[in-house]
């Protein structure tokens, strides 16, 4: 069955970097996009961006770009996600989902926790 | 950047009513809109794509309408293991915003 597992919860400094790590089983990797969303403490989901871990082209919400960096690892089928600079305001459950052609993000991750705090 | 509306923010209803979520577009989305259910403390789940198709799996107590600007997600009988938050998306074209969201309780 599809699975996406995340790594686990973190704690960084401010001004430091984090990476998430996005493990998947169960399909191609290359044949579907993968998505970043991120949600802070009581509030909405917020888009972040998606790559192609076909050809590894990413869309990155415009807030984000300079600051964050999206890889795939096509041998062990794994997408990254790094949020660098981090700021108080980053804390955040961070998920990765997978997308259907469709339409749509139709498995998810477990989310990661990532706390800013100094 | 097209941006994402819904109303209400929060609706509180009987078991068994019918409940309709709004979701509004700032420019014609065509019919490129997602919804997700997000229950408390749990992962976000795709219910419905293309603003209508229902994703494998989702009680046909929902159904999703709508095109161009305006989408409503509809709950035919509301279930109380239907509490929950719901967010549309847009999936037309990067970014892939999302709605504010709205919380659904039982009375």
């Known amino acids: 069955q599809v699975q996406l597992v995340q790594s686990g919860a973190d704690v960084k400094n401010p001004g430091a970097s984090v990476k998430v790590s996005c493990k998947t089983s169960?399909?191609?990797?290359?044949?579907?996009?993968i998505t970043w969303v991120r949600q802070a403490p009581g509030q909405g989901l917020e888009w972040m961006g998606w790559?192609?871990?076909?050809?590894?082209?990413?869309n990155l919400e415009q807030k984000f770009q300079g600051r964050v960096t999206m890889t795939t690892d096509t041998v062990t089928d794994t997408a990254y996600l790094e949020l660098r600079s981090l700021r108080s305001d980053d804390t955040a459950v961070y998920y990765c989902?997978?997308?259907?052609?469709?339409?749509?993000?139709?498995?998810w991750g477990q989310g990661t926790l990532v706390t800013v705090s100094s | 950047d097209i941006q994402m509306t819904q109303s209400p923010s929060s609706l509180s209803a009987s078991v068994g009513d019918r409940v309709t979520i709004t979701c509004r577009a700032s420019r014609d989305i065509g019919n490129y809109l997602a919804w997700y259910q997000q229950k408390p403390g749990k992962v976000p789940k795709l219910l419905i794509y293309?603003?209508?198709t229902l994703q494998s799996g989702v009680p046909s107590r929902f159904s999703g309408s709508g095109s161009g600007t305006e989408f409503t997600l509809t709950i035919s009988s509301l279930q109380p293991e239907d509490v929950a938050t719901f967010y549309c998306q847009k999936h037309n074209s990067a970014p892939f915003t999302f709605g504010p969201g709205t919380k659904v309780d039982v009375k």
């Open positions: 790559i192609s871990p076909y050809n590894g082209h990413t």
């Open positions: 293309s603003a209508s």
């Open positions: 169960g399909y191609p990797f290359t044949f579907s996009g």
């Open positions: 989902a997978r997308d259907f052609d469709s339409g749509g993000s139709g498995y």
